[in-house]
């Protein structure tokens, strides 16, 4: 089975099993709650949208992956010809699925002229990257707490929050630390980077920009590797005792 149609076969059963509601809508309606009022400023209110894009896609991620509860994993991975064809595939559907939801988040407020300043082909499009940067970041940390990685689900969520809280407070909370300590956002979930890149936008160079949005990609790959690696193995080690 093609990468494109296990993508298409996952998301059809995503949409049948009526889970996704609840993520998509807390993310639409927080969005649509932030531009309740106009005029907003650009890059502050993306800012926001882009965190809330986080927090929901980590959602999605969690609802995405478990959604049929692993009944169909073994046989999915038999059709794709490979655990990390499977894996790849569920992480691109539900990355389709966070993309869809940024360009909500973006086009929404220029399409109804909830701006009060004008908008910009370079602003448009750090508004796609930071947004669609801090989803996949959501996704990729969703897919350590699911049930087949950590049994006891309110322990993961109570765990995922905390992550989660941190990692939107991760520049605030080195703020009174020596410098020594400013690493730490970087090596947390970078989303409180993005925010502050967001926010400060226009007073930031060109290529401070450019490398906060290519961290964001790096460190979305470097963790869905880890996550490759060893789901990889759990699945070996579980062929072989069952053979055994």
Known sequence: MRSAALMTYMLASYTRSYRYFAPLAFTIIS??????????????????TAALLFIGSTWLGMNFLNHDQGRQSMLLIIHAGSARRYYAAQ??????????????????????????????????????????GLSLIGISLSLFFQPGWIENQGRAAGCLIILIIL????????????AFYSFIPYVLPPVSVMVDVLMNARELSTLRISGTVLYLLVYTLVMFAIYLRIACNKDAASLSRKSG
């Open 91 to 132: 992480f691109g559907a539900a990355a389709i699925i966070g993309f869809m939801l940024c360009i909500f988040a973006v086009v929404y407020p220029v399409a109804f002229g909830m701006f009060g300043e004008p908008m910009s082909a370079p602003i448009l499009a750090l508004g796609f990257a930071g947004h669609f």
């Open 167 to 178: 990692s939107l407070a991760g520049k605030s909370l080195v703020h009174s630390l020596p």
């Open 31 to 48: 969005v649509m709650l932030i531009y309740s009022y106009r005029p907003n400023p650009i890059m502050d209110s993306y800012a926001v």
